[in-house]
């Protein structure tokens, strides 16, 4: 069964750096998009960038570009997400997610991992 | 940016009843729409896609319907697990995707 497990979430200052990590099982990862996708605490969902299979296609939401970086190894079955300059309104659970339909949808998520950044 | 509207926030409905919720968009993003479910404490759960498709291992007591800028999802008679928050979300302006902010469905 498809499976997501993220790791990596905790507590940092601003303008410090973190990397999520979302270990892939259950199907052939290289052969699939994947996103991340955040949700700050008692609010909505938010969309936060994608990667094509093979990791040459990147894009990102305009809050988190220029500062966070989505990257995959396919060796590995690992997407990761590397923030950097993080700020209090970045404070959220994050998701990892896998595409549906070239980047349309997520199909499958992680359970979450929570990133608190506070001074 | 594609808006999307949930309404209503709350619905408040007893089991056994019919549940409908609406989402709208700022424009048309003609069938690329999907619903999510999440429960308190989990994950988001992926329940129909391209407006009308019901994902892998989704019962058929949910249904989507609409296109353009007008979208429904119907959960035909509530059960106690179907109490939770519903998101629809749209595929159209890629990459961005775009979440409306939620309808909670609570027990009457």
């Known amino acids: 069964q498809v499976q997501l497990v993220q790791s990596g979430g905790g507590v940092v200052q601003p303008g410090m750096s973190l990397r999520l990590s979302c270990a892939a099982s259950g199907f052939s990862f290289n052969t699939y998009g994947m996103h991340w996708a955040r949700q700050a605490p008692g609010k909505g969902l938010e969309w936060v960038a994608v990667?094509?299979?093979?990791?040459?296609?990147?894009k990102y939401a305009g809050s988190v570009e220029g500062r966070f970086t989505i990257s995959r190894d396919n060796s590995k079955n690992t997407l990761y997400m590397q923030m950097d300059s993080l700020r209090v309104d970045d404070t959220a659970v994050y998701y990892c997610?896998?595409?549906?339909?070239?980047?349309?949808?997520?199909?499958?998520w992680g359970q979450g991992a929570l990133v608190t950044v506070s001074s | 940016e594609v808006i999307l509207t949930q309404s209503p926030v709350t619905l408040s409905l007893s089991p056994g009843e019919r549940a409908t919720l609406s989402c709208r968009a700022s424009q048309s993003v003609g069938s690329d729409l999907a619903w999510y479910q999440q429960r308190v404490g989990q994950a988001p759960r992926l329940l129909i896609y391209?407006?009308?498709n019901r994902a892998t291992g989704i019962p058929a007591k949910f249904s989507g319907s609409g296109s353009g800028t007008d979208f429904t999802l119907t959960i035909s008679s509530l059960e106690a697990e179907d109490f939770a928050v519903y998101y629809c979300q749209q595929g159209s302006n890629l990459p961005l995707l775009t979440f409306g902010g939620g309808t909670k469905v609570e027990i009457k």
């Open positions: 391209g407006a009308s």
């Open positions: 990667i094509g299979h093979d990791g040459s296609y990147r």
């Open positions: 997610g896998r595409d549906l339909d070239l980047g349309r949808y997520l199909d499958y």
